[in-house]
Structure formats: structure tokens, C-alpha cells
């Protein structure tokens, strides 16, 4: 079992940026794809972003592009989640994923392609 615990949201203007923590306390996440996905309330989760395990691929959801960042330091076994120029729409629980059994060299969009989740950190963006 892998344990990922988010941290980073919080209330911030539109506008603003937030940067998103997930980190893998004892366990190394070196050779795992890794992910953001998000829940809105009432909404199902939904893909954000993205990050190979080997050669730095990397995808993101429309809404997101150009906006957001993901990026990863196996050494501290983390992924963070860089937002910038957030908006109201951006407003939900954000969890952390990794894929923690066999796998390619890509960057994976869908919840089912994840089998380890953190708890979520709630990001609040007020118009």
C-alpha cells in the first residue's frame, strides 16, 4: 500500500497562483506515473494533470493548459502541481494518483489507470 498525502489548496482570489504538494512518505514512487485529478462538488472527478515515470511526459486537461504545471522530484518522492492564474471554475478537491503496478512510459489520464489515491486538498477560488 502507498499512502500520498496532498497539501498546498486553500481560498485564494481568481487571478492568484497555488502550488500543490503530494508526497509518498517512505515509500519510493521513482519508477510510478503520476497524476492530478479533481471533484467539484456534485461533479465527477475529473483529469487534470499528468507525469510519466521516465522521460518527463507530461499531459494535461484542456481547461488547464498553459495554466497549470506538474512536475516531480524523486528524490523527495513528490509531485507537485503548479496553478497559476487560477478561476472560480477551478474551485475543488484536488487528489493526488499514482500507478503503482506495470506500466508503459506514459503520462495516464483516466482514474482507472491509478490504484493508489491520496486524501485530497480542498482549493477554493473566489471570483
Known amino acids: 500500500q502507498v499512502q500520498l498525502v496532498e497539501s498546498g489548496g486553500g481560498l485564494v482570489q481568481a487571478g492568484a497562483s497555488l502550488r500543490l504538494s503530494c508526497v509518498a512518505p517512505g515509500r519510493d514512487i521513482t519508477n510510478y506515473p503520476l497524476a492530478w485529478f479533481r471533484q467539484a462538488l456534485g461533479k465527477e472527478r475529473e483529469f487534470v494533470a499528468a507525469?510519466?515515470?521516465?522521460?518527463?511526459?507530461?499531459t494535461y486537461a484542456d481547461s488547464v493548459k498553459g495554466r497549470f504545471t506538474i512536475s516531480r522530484d524523486n528524490a523527495k518522492n513528490t509531485v507537485s502541481l503548479q496553478m497559476n492564474s487560477l478561476k472560480p471554475e477551478d474551485t475543488a478537491v484536488y487528489y493526488c494518483a499514482a500507478r503503482g503496478y506495470s506500466s508503459g512510459g506514459g503520462a495516464y489520464s483516466r482514474p482507472i489507470d491509478y490504484n493508489y489515491w491520496g486524501q485530497g486538498t480542498q482549493v477554493t477560488v473566489s471570483s
Open positions: 507525469i510519466s515515470w521516465i522521460g518527463g511526459r507530461t
